[in-house]
């Protein structure tokens, strides 16, 4: 990301800190449609509004921290990515992201598969109407019960890890009298995060099996031997929050050399390949991803670019998008508390939240942008970090951006761009009670998941 260290314009302090920033925005009352869900905007009082509601009023409703859902974002994200790809590729959207029983209705009425990764997330997906044969079993190490669920409910794919689950599931699927349909996940060697991807050395990770060495061969080699499984196809995914698609172009490459050895040396041709998720957006306004579409054609032209050169039929694709359907959907809101300014260096923010509802930051280093959005203000631009009430000093929300200097306790700031890996990652550290989720939609807003209670807490606690 090219951000610069000394930005211009106007500043607090003589001398700025080095930090991940750019210059202020011009306009801090301005939300970039890059950033915030698309039924963002101001109202007249210049109040934030989602689906035609204003914060205020939802703070005032459903308090704060809570995460706002922007449904008819989400629906468009879905629709987009299933437009993209057309009848002959299928768009799982990968669950871990956030998964709750009203989005599994909006995927299912728009049209959308699921990727599940626990026998707890196969549950929600079953309990809210998702047929199983549109759902696909992921994980590096789904235990028996889980795998005799997934088997006996049917689901349309389990994506095989390693060699002892290959003959696991073999094993489960034919004492049930049934035949699997799975894929093999294969570690290409290739890992790509934002910008870049490396082409070599990245075996060296939990998940798959690796072509390296003919691994994912002798893989292949098994699974069709066992009359358990029906193996349709080879998976892969190399990483997250990617702009460049040259790391697919490898990964694709090698896939579809995967699938040439294989006809040449069981004559048989794999009819599916999956090329995982793992696709960007935009967290702050520096950041510029690409549409489903331009993935689409690009995913599709190199498919069928090697296979062509390797004379095999084109396999159908499937994509597992997460964060690119659900990420820009979702703002968090919080409620400004303490500010310290510290002379020289930044003012630190303090929100009523923090790494229990958002811990990307900490985790990652991820970036974020914030807005005041409870008013606007034509006050000049601040350096802030953005922290939240935990007793760590890693709880940083937003690292480094711009809020107006007039900003004071009881106003209201929201982080886009965190509906996915946000609330699917919170938790109860400190005993945070872990925000709601409220969905918005033209001018009516639905609590989908609700806010924990101090009683839901204590409930656990039966010692
Ligand atoms: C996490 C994951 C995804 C989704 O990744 P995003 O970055 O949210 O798009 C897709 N497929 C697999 C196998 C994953 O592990």
């Excluded at 106007?10 to 009352?29: F, K, Q, T």
């Excluded at 190490?141 to 049917?154: F, H, Q, T």
């Excluded at 196809?233 to 699938?259: K, N, P």
């Excluded at 811990?359 to 991820?366: E, G, K, P, Q, S």
Aim: proline fraction near 5%; charge should be negative.
């Amino acid at each position: 990301m090219s951000r610069s260290a000394h930005p211009a314009g106007p500043r607090h302090a003589d001398v700025l800190p080095e930090g991940h920033y750019s210059a202020p925005p011009a306009d801090l009352n301005s939300l970039d449609p890059k950033v915030w869900s698309q039924t963002v905007g101001r109202n007249a009082d210049g109040v934030a509004t989602v689906g035609g509601l204003d914060v205020t009023a939802l703070a005032e409703e459903f308090g704060t921290p809570a995460y706002f859902l922007d449904e008819d974002d989400f629906r468009a994200r879905c629709r987009a990515w299933a437009e993209a790809f057309g009848k002959d590729a299928d768009v799982f959207y990968a669950g871990k992201a956030f998964l709750s029983r009203a989005i599994v209705r909006w995927l299912h009425e728009e049209g959308l598969n699921l990727d599940v990764c626990s026998g707890t997330e196969l549950a929600t997906a079953l309990s809210a109407g998702m047929p199983a044969g549109r759902i696909a079993f992921h994980g590096n190490n789904k235990s028996e019960d889980e795998i005799l669920r997934a088997v006996e409910v049917g689901v349309g794919r389990i994506v095989l890890d390693s060699f002892q689950e290959i003959v696991r599931v073999a094993h489960i699927a034919h004492s049930l009298g049934k035949r699997q349909r799975v894929q093999i996940r294969v570690t290409v060697g290739v890992e790509a995060h934002t910008h870049e991807f490396i082409a070599t050395a990245h075996e060296d990770q939990k998940f798959g099996i690796a072509l390296a060495g003919g691994q994912a061969a002798e893989a292949v080699r098994r699974a069709l031997k066992l009359d358990g499984l029906e193996l349709i196809g080879i998976h892969s995914h190399i990483g997250s929050q990617i702009f460049d698609m040259a790391g697919f172009e490898v990964s694709a490459r090698r896939v579809v050399q995967l699938l040439a050895e294989v006809r040449d040396e069981h004559g048989v041709e794999l009819p599916e390949i999956d090329l995982g998720g793992g696709l960007g957006i935009a967290y702050t306004s520096d950041d510029d991803p690409r549409e489903p579409h331009e993935i689409a054609k690009a995913l599709n032209e190199i498919v069928s670019r090697e296979c062509e050169a390797a004379g095999l039929r084109t396999p159908r694709i499937s994509v597992e998008p997460g964060r690119a359907i659900v990420g820009p959907s979702a703002f968090t809101l919080y409620e400004v508390g303490t500010i310290k300014p510290l002379e020289g260096l930044r003012t630190y923010v303090s929100v009523d939240g923090g790494m229990s509802d958002n811990i990307r930051t900490a985790l990652y280093d991820a970036e974020y942008s914030v807005a005041l959005v409870s008013r606007t203000s034509d006050a000049e631009p601040m350096l802030v970090r953005v922290v939240g009430k935990h007793c760590e000093s890693g709880d940083i929300v937003v690292r480094d951006a711009f809020l107006p200097a007039d900003l004071a306790p009881g106003d209201l700031v929201a982080v886009p761009a965190t509906g996915a890996y946000c609330r699917s990652m919170a938790s109860n550290y400190n005993h945070a009670l872990r925000p709601p989720v409220v969905a918005v939609r033209d001018g009516e807003a639905r609590v989908i998941v609700r806010r924990e209670t101090e009683e839901d807490l204590l409930r656990l606690d039966v010692g």
